[in-house]
């Protein structure tokens, strides 16, 4: 399960609809926008994305997840558009049947979206605003 929502990441929708009775391990990774960067104060994050591109290559890390780990699935929520902080900009469960592959499985979905996915960040300052290489 990949989206790209425009909307608050709904966490307690998303364990319903992947929680089943023979996982014995549910890991979530919220990303949640900080309120300071590079020394600076951040007032708002703003993120976009190719979609299509997005939305394919978001497939293929949850693909590879299942494949490379033993899980039993894996869902990547990632929000689009302006957030302040503390809001969750990104959502990451895994479903297994043991904690180990599922904290692995979870590692290796993060750092792959922030390698790979076309999705990208501003930073909003007090005092202006950037683009953010990916990887932060």
Same mark, same amino acid.
Not at 121 to 132: L, M, V
């Given at each position: 399960m990949v989206r790209l929502v425009r909307e608050a990441i709904d966490l307690t929708s998303?364990?319903?609809?992947?929680?089943?009775?023979?996982?014995?391990?549910?890991?979530?990774? /919220?990303?949640?926008?900080?309120?300071?960067?590079?020394?600076?104060?951040?007032?708002a994050l703003e993120y976009q994305?190719? /979609?299509?591109?997005?939305?394919?290559?978001?497939?293929?890390?949850? #693909?590879?997840?299942?494949? #490379?780990?033993?899980?039993?699935?894996i869902a990547i929520v990632h929000r689009l558009g302006r957030l302040l902080p503390g809001q969750c900009s990104v959502a990451i469960m895994i479903c297994a049947a043991h904690r180990a592959p599922a904290f692995e499985a979870c590692r290796f979905a993060i750092d792959s979206l922030k390698k790979?996915?076309?999705?990208?960040?501003? /930073?909003?300052?007090? #005092?202006?605003?950037?683009?953010? /290489?990916?990887? #932060?």
């Open positions: 998303l364990r319903a609809a992947l929680l089943r009775p023979e996982d014995g391990a549910l890991v979530v990774f /919220e990303g949640t926008v900080r309120d300071h960067a590079r020394g600076r104060r951040v007032c994305a190719y /979609e299509p591109m997005a939305l394919k290559k978001l497939e293929e890390i949850c #693909d590879r997840a299942r494949r #490379d780990f033993d899980i039993r699935e790979t996915v076309p999705i990208w960040k501003k /930073e909003y300052y007090e #005092d202006g605003a950037c683009w953010i /290489e990916s990887g #932060d």
